[in-house]
């Protein structure tokens, strides 16, 4: 079986094959294309793989490619995580929100929109070739903003498109270990959009365990969610949030500490992967160690300005690992073998959300086997979700609307109903910023 990554040249790609090298049953990954347009990068990433792989019998064969069509061409899954405008435009979309006073968090905000306005006429191109190329294949789309992303490629690959996410998964499995259940066997009530959801409920045993949770405050502070958001607010709200709606519940404090921080988390990446993508061309050095160190540096800093306004402290040991590649490969052997299993996943409502259309992308729970991932019915949003999830979305649909049509004034209105971006005129003076720095958005007029 083909797996075809875009992006192949990123820095998580590891993550991905050291997951493939454990899984060694029938109908696995046997061929891994590897498509990048930076081909440092790619030589960087295949060396990194290879010494995963160097003492595994049965690795799956590593090829690299800077031809799309080439690393498309036959393939039966292909996983897409492309950065269109590189680590530098995440440092440039952060930079120039912040100068107006408002977040630039690469999926949040003013940030996410100009992201998105970069990256969907990419994504558009790609599901095209992908339906002329490889019409049977399983696109899984990790490509931020990854709901927005997944909703515009499924325009051209319908349900063949499916989107993940690693902050869902690591946010049951918190809540699961916190109460003493298995996260294997807890099923998780998380329903919203990417990087905008909530946990409503921990089953195990058919048993809803969150009210017992909610309902002690020394258990709820004692994970990191509780000490990012308070025990209090939790308790307000009835359900445990997504690390992302810090952003939302607390921008003013965050913004500030964006602010007041001497690198941006964009910047502190763009440099710190110059570094690793450097030595790890570098003959003499050990490309796998040089990875791994970076790996646990950038893990151990993730949203280290949100913990730090809010008190919550340092990440734990266990949610340094990742997992957004864990996701990836059940997908994959749901679907290839028919191996029936739930996956929070970002598809296309149906009529899983009334206050939705049934082509707008969520993220809920959904059964996965050979015929793709199937949202489960959802019990509906509370008031405080539905306002929240109806506007943003708004503003997507406004995004890609833009990017269809080339419209300034409709980028405008994209940043300017946001609920993080507080005046039309600051709205425009981010249009404005943003089509000064990158040349992706030169096509607005």
Same mark, same amino acid.
């Given at each position: 079986?083909?797996?075809?990554?875009?992006?192949?040249?990123?820095?998580?790609?590891?993550?991905?094959?050291?997951?493939?090298?454990?899984?060694?049953?029938?109908?696995?990954?046997?061929?891994?294309?590897?498509?990048?347009?930076?081909?440092?990068?790619?030589?960087?990433?295949?060396?990194?793989?290879?010494?995963?792989?160097?003492?595994?019998?049965?690795?799956?064969?590593?090829?690299?490619?800077?031809?799309?069509?080439?690393?498309?061409?036959?393939?039966?899954?292909?996983?897409?995580?492309?950065?269109?405008?590189?680590?530098?435009?995440?440092?440039?979309?952060?930079?120039?929100?912040?100068?107006?006073?408002?977040?630039?968090?690469?999926?949040?905000?003013?940030?996410?929109?100009?992201?998105?306005?970069?990256?969907?006429?990419?994504?558009?191109?790609?599901?095209?070739?992908?339906?002329?190329?490889?019409?049977?294949?399983?696109?899984?789309?990790?490509?931020?903003?990854?709901?927005?992303?997944?909703?515009?490629?499924?325009?051209?690959?319908?349900?063949?498109?499916?989107?993940?996410?690693?902050?869902?998964?690591?946010?049951?499995?918190?809540?699961?270990?916190?109460?003493?259940?298995?996260?294997?066997?807890?099923?998780?009530?998380?329903?919203?959009?990417?990087? /905008? =959801?909530?946990?409503?409920?921990? *089953?195990?045993? #058919?048993? !809803?365990? $969150?009210?017992? &949770?909610? %309902?002690? +405050?020394?258990? /709820? =502070?004692?994970?990191?969610?509780? *000490?990012?958001? #308070?025990? !209090?607010? $939790?308790?307000? &709200?009835? %359900?445990? +949030?997504?690390?992302?709606?810090?952003?939302?519940?607390?921008?003013?404090?965050?913004?500030?500490?964006?602010?007041?921080?001497?690198?941006?988390?964009?910047?502190?990446?763009?440099?710190?992967?110059?570094?690793?993508?450097?030595?790890?061309?570098?003959?003499?050095?050990?490309?796998?160690?040089?990875?791994?160190?970076?790996?646990?540096?950038?893990?151990?800093?993730?949203?280290?300005?949100?913990?730090?306004?809010?008190?919550?402290?340092?990440?734990?040991?266990?949610?340094?690992?990742?997992?957004?590649?864990?996701?990836?490969?059940?997908?994959?052997?749901?679907?290839?073998?028919?191996?029936?299993?739930?996956?929070?996943?970002?598809?296309?409502?149906?009529?899983?959300?009334?206050?939705?259309?049934?082509?707008?992308?969520?993220?809920?729970?959904?059964?996965?086997?050979?015929?793709?991932?199937?949202?489960?019915?959802?019990?509906?949003?509370?008031?405080?979700?539905?306002?929240?999830?109806?506007?943003?979305?708004?503003?997507?649909?406004?995004?890609?609307?833009?990017?269809?049509?080339?419209?300034?004034?409709?980028?405008?209105?994209?940043?300017?109903?946001?609920?993080?971006?507080?005046?039309?005129?600051?709205?425009?003076?981010?249009?404005?910023?943003?089509?000064?720095?990158?040349?992706?958005?030169?096509?607005?007029?």
């Amino acid at each position: 079986m083909k797996l075809t990554i875009l992006g192949g040249g990123g820095f998580r790609v590891p993550l991905v094959y050291g997951a493939l090298l454990g899984d060694h049953a029938e109908g696995r990954v046997t061929e891994v294309v590897l498509h990048d347009l930076d081909d440092r990068r790619l030589r960087a990433v295949t060396r990194v793989l290879a010494e995963q792989g160097a003492d595994v019998p049965d690795a799956p064969l590593v090829h690299a490619t800077t031809d799309l069509d080439e690393a498309l061409r036959g393939a039966d899954f292909v996983f897409s995580a492309i950065r269109v405008g590189g680590l530098e435009g995440r440092a440039d979309d952060e930079r120039v929100a912040l100068a107006e006073g408002v977040l630039g968090q690469e999926t949040v905000g003013a940030g996410g929109i100009a992201y998105g306005l970069r990256t969907v006429p990419v994504a558009v191109d790609i599901a095209r070739r992908v339906a002329r190329l490889a019409p049977d294949a399983w696109v899984i789309n990790f490509t931020n903003p990854a709901g927005l992303v997944t909703e515009v490629m499924s325009r051209h690959l319908g349900d063949r498109v499916i989107g993940i996410c690693d902050s869902p998964v690591g946010l049951g499995r918190r809540i699961a270990r916190v109460l003493g259940a298995d996260p294997n066997e807890a099923f998780v009530d998380y329903v919203g959009l990417n990087h /905008l =959801g909530w946990v409503r409920g921990l *089953r195990v045993a #058919g048993r !809803d365990q $969150l009210p017992r &949770l909610l %309902a002690d +405050p020394a258990l /709820l =502070g004692s994970f990191e969610e509780g *000490r990012l958001f #308070g025990t !209090d607010w $939790l308790r307000s &709200l009835g %359900a445990i +949030p997504n690390e992302y709606l810090h952003y939302y519940y607390f921008n003013r404090e965050t913004v500030r500490a964006y602010q007041e921080s001497e690198q941006t988390r964009g910047a502190f990446l763009r440099d710190q992967q110059a570094r690793f993508y450097a030595e790890a061309v570098d003959p003499g050095v050990r490309a796998l160690d040089a990875w791994n160190r970076t790996r646990a540096e950038r893990e151990a800093t993730y949203m280290a300005e949100n913990r730090e306004s809010a008190g919550a402290g340092e990440r734990e040991a266990d949610d340094l690992s990742g997992g957004y590649e864990k996701v990836a490969l059940a997908l994959m052997r749901a679907i290839a073998r028919d191996e029936r299993t739930t996956l929070i996943l970002n598809v296309r409502n149906a009529s899983t959300l009334s206050v939705l259309d049934t082509d707008a992308v969520i993220e809920v729970p959904c059964l996965v086997d050979a015929g793709g991932a199937h949202p489960l019915a959802a019990r509906p949003l509370p008031g405080h979700a539905t306002g929240l999830v109806c506007s943003v979305k708004a503003v997507e649909r406004e995004v890609l609307a833009a990017a269809e049509s080339g419209s300034r004034t409709t980028a405008v209105k994209a940043f300017a109903l946001h609920p993080l971006v507080d005046s039309v005129n600051v709205a425009r003076r981010l249009v404005e910023g943003y089509t000064g720095v990158h040349p992706g958005l030169r096509y607005l007029k």
